[in-house]
């Protein structure tokens, strides 16, 4: 009898505690532990109806379009004419971690499945797909990379992989703890090639890596590398402290990099992506850039209490050389250009509320810029990964949709600022977001207001960039399940009344009028599945 009862005590109490656990786990923090099978297999799934004004003039852009507004990527904006598309994505990772190395040993690899409906068929080409009859050959490798993890803090990663400005582990961390933490993904936020290695204490961390941005003759010095040292210490409970070293080597002088856009200092890549071209003309360079930067966070989780607090600050120093003569050594280079920018950032967010959603944010940047380009033999804006990438870094969490990135995006990424260095007129960036859970981990909603002014005046044109109002409604189903409501306006201000010739400004998309102001609205499911 004492064992029955003892065995209904301890039933009612199982199931009273399993009653107080929530099922929505929709926001939590933890990256689920490994599953004890060899091959597991997790996937992020989005699928979106998209209205807006914007549109690329160029009539073979009709698969992925990045870059700035009204940029190189020849994206323009009407009051006249809307474009409406539904566009979907799937990244689907495949993880082996076989039984017989006991965790020792893991490969990855994921990839990308990108189209607008509707748009090709029976043809080949990346983000294509969703015509009638479909059969596209359309499947992009994003990652294949080797983890190997000899000791229970040390992990060292080999091949394809993130290369992400932040301290933490991108196959380890959610993704939204990566956009709020380090340099947030502003100055490198892609994939590379390449080796890092991570050690990890109780209370510290650091990251070194080595990659290889573009490898051009395999027998001549010709490529260019980024070198990495990052590292973390928790101070207090509640504050870390982090600091950084980056390195890039270039000695590719423009080429390699996107497609017939190049990559590098004075390539057509700068154009498309709103960073600033060094006006070298078709002559070799070579170029030495340095970041040095510190980073620190206050419950960057937001768990411990309500206010949560990140930032950083970067200063990237160095030279660009052009070569006089062509027949002479390497060592005969005359300088052209010293480097030195600096940008910092801060984020305050409040949570007033039972859960993550109920928060006010306020995020402000800043960052410097040039006013006489390269007249000086100098150049004192900054210098980011999108001067190599398409896009190498993506500053996406600020909450703006089109002042500056958002990450709802497919096939299409054109912000009006889509890098930090604004063309190397630097910026000043202020965000104000407010969201509330209408029902607790079920149903949520965000509005927000974003302004950007240029520290350097264009010219004809005036410091003011734009000012957006944007908001959302969310409802979840389950765990990472979710359909969203978006919408956004901005308001652009005297930066597009730009005039560089008769022709229009390369500020503007070369109008010889200020551009009518941007609008979007999309519908968007997305879950990820694991």
Known sequence: MKKTTGLAILIFVAATVSAQIPTNQYFSKEVPLKANKELQFISYYINQAVISNIYPENDFLKGQVVGRLFGGNTTKTSDSLTSAYVEQRLIPFFIYQPHLFNGKATLRASFELDWTWGDAAYGVGGNFGGGFSADQVNLQTQNLELELHPTSRLYINVG???????????????????????????????????ISVRQDWDFSRIKAGFYKLYENYIQLNDDVSLFELTGEKDVTRTWKMGASAYYMRDRASGAGGVSILGQGLNSLLATHNGVYKFSFGNVPYRADVVWLGTFFGRNTEHWIDPLMITGFVNFN??????????????????????????????????????????????DAIYSSGDSDGLNDGKYSGVITGNQWGAPGAIFISSGSYLLMPHGNVVNRFTPAILDISNMGYGMTGVTLNVSRGLIPNRLNTKAGVAYAMSNVQPLGGGYHIGTEVNG???YSFGPFMSLELHAAYLMLGSFYDSRQSAYGSAVNGGLDE?????????????WLMF
Request: charged share 20%; hydrophobic share 40%; net charge positive.
């Open 160 to 194: 394809l992989q993130r290369i992400f400005d932040t301290p933490y582990n991108p196959y380890r961390t959610l993704f939204d703890k990566m956009t709020t933490t380090g340099y947030r993904l502003a100055y490198f936020g892609t994939d590379g090639v390449g």
């Open 317 to 362: 120093i160095g030279r660009a050389d052009t070569l006089t003569n062509q027949l002479v050594s390497e060592s005969d280079w005359s300088r052209a250009v010293d480097i030195f920018g600096y940008a910092a950032n801060v984020r305050v967010s409040y949570r007033y509320g039972q859960t993550l959603n109920d928060v006010v944010t306020l």
């Open 472 to 474: 959302n409604i969310a």
């Open 514 to 526: 200020r551009p009518v102001n941007p609008w979007t609205a999309f519908v968007v499911f997305k």
